[in-house]
């Protein structure tokens, strides 16, 4: 026999049996090497890059490990009645983002909602991350595009107002919050340069270790959003938010929280553009007068401290049918900046009540003045409407904690702008109207 000829036949065996190997290795992929596709099956688990159109599948369960990112032209479609649960197991912090360009189309009932929850035997805050989706809308970032704070390699923003991130609908996430570093903390729900093509109704928050909702920049209009527990702040928004919301509930617990807003325009610069800048209606936000506060919630020692809202950093803002109570304060206005708007009206608090123990503090930037104080303070004029009471007593409209609404002094919002609903009343909840019942939010307080 040749030996050329036998060598050259033993090496391509040779090579045919690697590859013969290699393709058995293959069969039995690891989720990390699973491409997902279609609709997804009971138990998978969501993990990596989702660079096709998926489906989780009604009444299913799914398993989410680390960051999930949906990628630019794809889209994850999550049926009612799904349930996402964290892998406790996994070290990298579970969440699940979505591109600019990518979309999400999750739509629960109210009796049936999409659940996002922790999947450790017994749960608690800051268990995994949360929900953040990222668009293409105007932020004030530098450029007009900011780094997303939690998804890696990720940058939002743009110049397109009306951008379409899809629909999230009757949705419920739990024990969100966790760390990614020492000063960054996940939110139960985060908008990120998020426009206002994209729907965004009822959704709830239960006990997040950080904020509940957060919006950096962007342009979505928001309904019927509840929140219970959140350990920092129940809503919170910066770098140039310009959107609308009505029917909003916040309300503290009694072991950690901060404020009920946090408002912000631009920490780098007050007076950066886009301002923040948005348009709020019926919105009723209960406090804590014993929770404790601190950057760290699981050594936060301090004690009333909680506050109402915190508006600073240069923010606008159009506020109105408010009802605040049982904070230790009610509003703080902070920076020069700020304390201008309010003076030339493009900060705003009217047709609202305001019953907290300490209901105004206005502070100037370091070094610098203000002549606005409790006394001089706009707010508190008849063009206004305001009414304030210097107790944390809940208004005797409230029955409960957060059901009920007064019409004494309201605006109804739909003279504000077409988006919102006529609701000429202050507060979020009209008794016998109560848009809170279902599954689709848990409280441990009613």
């Not at 949906?70 to 649960?85: A, C, N, P, W």
């Not at 991130?165 to 990614?180: A, H």
């Not at 729907?199 to 928001?222: H, I, K």
Request: with cysteine; net charge negative; proline share 4%.
């Amino acid at each position: 026999m040749n030996k050329l000829k036998f060598s050259k036949i033993f090496f391509v065996v040779a090579l045919a049996g690697a590859s013969t190997f290699t393709a058995c290795k293959k069969d039995k992929p690891t989720e990390e090497d699973t491409v997902l596709a279609g609709s997804l099956a009971n138990g998978t688990v969501l993990v990596g890059d989702l660079v096709n159109d998926v489906t989780l599948v009604k009444g299913n369960t799914y398993v989410l490990r680390g960051g999930v990112h949906v990628k630019e032209g794809k889209t994850i479609t999550i049926q009612d009645g799904v349930t996402v649960k964290h892998d406790p197991n996994e070290p990298a912090t579970a969440y699940l983002l979505i591109e600019p360009g990518a979309k999400i189309n999750a739509q629960g009932t109210a009796a049936s909602p999409i659940v996002f929850t922790s999947g450790a035997t017994t749960p608690t805050e800051q268990d995994w991350g949360g929900i953040i989706v990222c668009g293409r809308a105007p932020v004030n970032g530098e450029g007009g595009r900011v780094a997303s704070e939690m998804g890696a390699g990720v940058t939002y923003g743009g110049t397109v107002a009306n951008d379409n991130s899809g629909t999230l609908k009757y949705m419920r996430v739990e024990f969100t919050g966790r760390k990614q570093t020492a000063t960054k903390e996940h939110n139960g729900f985060t908008f990120e340069g998020v426009g206002n093509g994209t729907t965004v109704e009822y959704l709830s928050v239960y006990r997040g270790g950080d904020d509940a909702f957060e919006w950096f920049g962007g342009t979505v209009n928001v309904k019927y959003l509840f929140a219970y527990g959140a350990q920092d702040d129940t809503f919170d928004w910066t770098f140039g938010w310009s959107g609308k919301a009505q029917f909003l509930v916040g309300v503290q617990g009694d072991g950690v929280a901060d404020r009920g807003i946090e408002a912000d325009n631009s920490d780098t610069n007050n007076a950066a553009n886009p301002f923040s800048n948005p348009t709020l209606s019926n919105v009723t936000l209960v406090g804590s007068l014993i929770a404790k506060t601190g950057d760290d919630p699981k050594t936060a020692s301090d004690v009333g401290k909680t506050t109402g809202l915190k508006l600073r950093q240069g923010t606008k803002g159009k506020l109105h049918n408010f009802v605040i109570y049982n904070f230790n304060n009610g509003v703080d206005v902070e920076h020069n900046g700020t304390l201008a708007n309010v003076l030339d009206n493009s900060l705003v608090i009217k047709n609202s009540d305001i019953s907290n123990v300490k209901p105004w503090v206005f502070k100037p930037s370091s070094g610098g003045t203000t002549t606005l104080t409790p006394t001089s303070n706009p707010f508190i004029t008849g063009p206004y409407s305001n009414t304030i009471t210097e107790t944390s007593t809940k208004p005797a409209y409230i029955t409960g904690v957060f059901v009920g609404t007064s019409t004494t002094g309201s605006v109804d919002p739909t003279t504000l702008d077409p988006f919102f609903t006529a609701a000429n009343y202050k507060g979020a909840v009209q008794a016998g109207s109560d848009w809170t019942t279902g599954a689709w939010v848990k409280t441990d307080k009613r």
